[in-house]
């Protein structure tokens, strides 16, 4: 059985890591490459680098941080954000990036999957995938921050990057993100069913035990978290030993 990973993520903007409820409501708590490096040192198996406002601000992520982060940090980096080419996920490579994380662009153009994964690696391709309830048993992707609501099923979609060459995919819950209530359980069981590439679960961490939940009663392969690793209420090796206690296997 794979071990399963453990992700902090960095959500940037203007150059700060923000944190909000529901993508509204942001406030500072820290510096990227101080952050990376803090987690690394935890033991986290990635780091998340996401430019939360590039896509919106029609901009490409900030490489400049993304580099000084790189060197930061000796595990994993998977930046996002405003990637919109296949140059542009080049670019990212080249300051630092392990993994490149698509999302609106892969919607508008769904050929820059399959394009980069052919040039780099479909190891190198995260599909982002930021969706909301119906309300009636599935999901709506929406693009832009989560401003745009796109009309696509998320499962689908899913499946469909997969098909395209992504080698991974970072589903984030818009109804959960930031609450702590827990990951979106049926979310996160549906698309990891669906596909047959690594889910990283995102949204709605407040607590080892929520991890523990996503890792008991779906397929996911990694958890990612922000806001208990910001506070200071978990370090990942806290959340790693807590896991391992109840026989779950974690590098």
Request: glycine fraction near 12%; charged fraction near 25%; charge should be negative.
């Amino acid at each position: 059985m794979l071990s399963k990973r453990i992700i902090p993520c960095l959500d940037v903007k203007n150059g700060k890591v923000v944190k909000g409820v529901n993508f509204l409501n942001l406030r500072d708590v820290g510096s990227p490459p101080e952050l990376a490096e803090a987690y690394g040192e935890q033991g986290a198996d990635e780091i998340a680098f996401l430019d939360i406002a590039a896509s919106l601000e029609y901009r490409q992520t900030t490489l400049d941080l993304v580099s000084e982060t790189s060197e930061r940090v000796f595990v994993p980096l998977t930046v996002g954000g405003g990637i919109r080419t296949a140059a542009d996920m080049r670019d990212a490579l080249r300051a630092g990036a392990d993994k490149v994380s698509v999302n609106s662009a892969a919607i508008a153009d769904p050929s820059l999957i399959s394009g980069s994964a052919d040039l780099f690696g479909r190891q190198c391709v995260v599909v982002a995938i930021d969706a909301r309830s119906d309300g009636e048993g599935s999901w709506e992707v929406c693009t832009h921050g989560g401003t745009r609501p796109t009309g696509i099923d998320a499962v689908e979609w899913a499946g469909r990057a997969e098909d395209l060459g992504a080698g991974e995919i970072l589903l984030t819950s818009m109804d959960a993100d930031g609450v702590r209530d827990g990951y979106d359980i049926p979310l996160n069981e549906a698309v990891s069913d669906a596909v047959g590439v690594p889910v990283i679960a995102s949204g709605g961490c407040g607590g080892a035990e929520h991890v523990y939940e996503v890792f008991a009663r779906t397929g996911v392969s990694a958890a990612l978290a922000a806001s208990i690793f910001h506070s200071g209420e978990w370090t990942v090796g806290g959340v790693k030993e807590y896991l391992r206690d109840r026989g779950v296997e974690v590098r």
